[in-house]
Structures are given as C-alpha cells and as structure tokens.
C-alpha cells in the first residue's frame, strides 16, 4: 500500500489505494488518530472514483469529530460530493485536494484543483433554472451559509464552503 499519513491526518491516496478500496486501506485505521477538533486534509488522484471514497473519508472524519445531526452530515456529503466531483470533471488537474476543520459550530470545506482550465466556478443560477446536469455549484451555493473561489499565482483553484452544524 502506498498510502502516506504524515500527519496521520494528511492522506495521500494514490490510483492504487483506489482500486484496492476499502480492503487495502483499512479507512477507519486511517481516521482512526484524528481527535476532536483536527482537520483532515488528502489528495486523491482527479478520477472519479475518487469521489466517493472523498465522501467515505469526510463521513468517517464527522463520526470522528461527533457531529452526528443527520442534516449536517448528509448536507457535508453532499457538498464534497459537488465540489470534488467539479474539479474532477472540470479541472483537467492530476491530483485533487480536500481540507475539512470544524470551528465552533461550523464546518469548512476545502477542495483545491491544480488550476488547469480557462474559467473558475461563477455564481450559479438558482437549482430550479438550470437542468439536471451542472446543478451541483448550484446546491453548495443554496446548503452552505457562505462558499467562494481562490486562485492563487499558480493558477490552483480552491473552492471553499461553509456549513452550520446543526446541535
């Protein structure tokens, strides 16, 4: 397994630990070490299978974290789902990164892309006008309290959500 934790809670996941998930990459032994109130942070290679163990990585790091509202974790899933899923589809970058901390009662979001297309997320139209395909920046602008976009010098985008959590 080519899984590298320095910190324990920075993962690197190559296209191998991928296919070999869950059975090579024991996820709980992964989230096992964080502590309440340590981010998480892991890059994934830009495939689209990546999308879902995001999604399995950000549930066990909230069981983790003891956020337990069903809203707050279903609403964090979906929004990792969106974000990672754009940079897979949109980005044509190599390597996708995440980053989740809790503060107080709320919960950021992080997803950062290597910055390799022409254009950066926008403000979408509301979910209602636009069809089935492409709402997703659309659902994080309507389920987060607050969302926007970085780009730094490199070109790398970031984009970047908040979430309530719910007591």
């Known amino acids: ?10 993962l ?3 296209a191998q630990d991928l296919d070999e998930w869950p059975e ?5 032994a992964l989230i096992a070490h964080c502590t309440a109130g340590q981010p998480i942070s892991f890059s994934v290679p830009s495939l689209k299978r990546a999308v879902p163990i995001s999604r399995h990585l950000a549930q066990l790091w909230l069981s983790a974290q003891s956020v337990t509202d069903k809203d707050t ?9 969106e974000l990672m899923t754009n940079a897979v589809e949109h980005s044509g970058s190599t390597r996708i990164s995440s980053h ?8 950021h979001i992080e997803v950062r892309d290597q910055g390799r297309t022409t254009s950066t997320p926008q403000q979408p139209l509301p979910v209602h006008h636009i069809k089935e395909s492409g709402r997703g ?3 994080v602008t309507e389920l987060a309290e607050d969302w926007g ?4 010098t490199n070109g790398n985008c970031t984009v970047l ?3 309530r959590i719910n007591p």
Request: glycine share 4%; charged share 15%; proline share 4%.
């Open 161 to 163: 959500a908040t979430l």
């Open 24 to 28: 090579g990459t024991h996820p709980r």
């Open 149 to 152: 976009v970085e780009t730094d």
């Open 137 to 139: 920046l659309a659902l």
């Open 73 to 81: 974790r279903y609403t964090t899933l979906l929004v990792i789902s």
């Open 1 to 10: 397994m080519s899984l590298i934790a320095i910190p324990l809670t920075e």
């Open 100 to 107: 989740l901390h809790k503060a107080g009662d709320h919960l």
């Open 12 to 14: 690197v996941l190559t």
